[in-house]
């Protein structure tokens, strides 16, 4: 990893990954394991800032999480992978920053009020919700990393950890880098009633969904609003499940779908069968990765205990370098 900038990020595990998820940030950071020096993260105790009330599922979440990261392309030969709890250092910075940090900046921070609303259901009135971007810096710095690929959303948060990092470097001594966000594509697929694809919204169709299942939900798409039969004309462009075309399926067949849809010459049941069949087509390498590493859980394990102790390395030099500064 010699002269590879070196980049991090993480993912809750709230439950299992979705095409949405693959699309957006995994594919994103499969590209770039040939490019940098790659630490990612199961993120358990983010997990804990909105759903800290039911933590029973979250071993299984971590353990199918790690499966598909390494069924999509992951590589543990490439990539760090490991388990934020794992590492205690985090939360010794995490407390440490906490100290310096100004609740202003937090208070500011632009998704925690929209957060609170979208989630008005569960009680967020937590130091540990507030305080989250503060945990966010001390995963970020801790490695020392020198990017964090995000989506354009996301940049401010990266710009807190910044500011963290900064406040740190001129209070004790530079210790830190300040980590530049990285744009990465995001994911443009909706879910399956045109909405954002979220387990929230029951919309999804899911990286270890098996071939039935997935016929299952395609059948319920969302098409056409405008047409109502199979005699009526469409408009592809505004067609969920057109869209899923563009993603799965040949383009001599995304080209024929669109002139048979716009002539009415194909139904809507028959579109999603045969785009339906192409979804699962593109899958199958993926559920056979996922196949062979549910048959292995000592090699997950294996895999999860290597990456945990070469993070663990780094995140001990770093603490050890911070406690000098701090004189602590």
Known sequence: MAGKKRILSGMRP????????????????????DKYDCFFFIADWHALTSNYEDTANIPDYINNMIIDWLSAGLSPEKSTMFVQSHIKEHAELFLLLSMITPV????????????????S????STFGFLGYPVLQAADIIIYKADGVPVGVDQVPHVEITREIA?????????VFPEPEAILTKESKILGLDRRKMSKSYDNAVYMSDSPDIISSKVSKMITDPGRKLKSDPGNPEICNV????KLYSAQD??????????KAEIGCVQCKKKMGVNLVKFLEPITEKRAYYESKPKLVKEIILEGGNKARKTACQTMDDVRKAIKI
């Not at 057109?242 to 075309?245: L, P």
């Open 253 to 262: 067949l995304v080209d024929e779908i669109d002139e048979q849809c716009r």
């Open 14 to 33: 709230t439950g299992p990954l979705h095409l949405g998820n693959l699309h957006g940030a995994l594919s994103n950071w499969i590209d770039m394991q």
């Open 121 to 124: 259901n569960k009680d967020l």
């Open 242 to 245: 057109f869209a899923f075309h």
């Open 104 to 119: 202003p900046w937090l208070e500011r921070n632009p998704t925690y009020k929209d957060q609170i609303i979208q989630m």
């Open 166 to 174: 900064r406040r740190f470097n001129y209070l004790y001594g530079n």
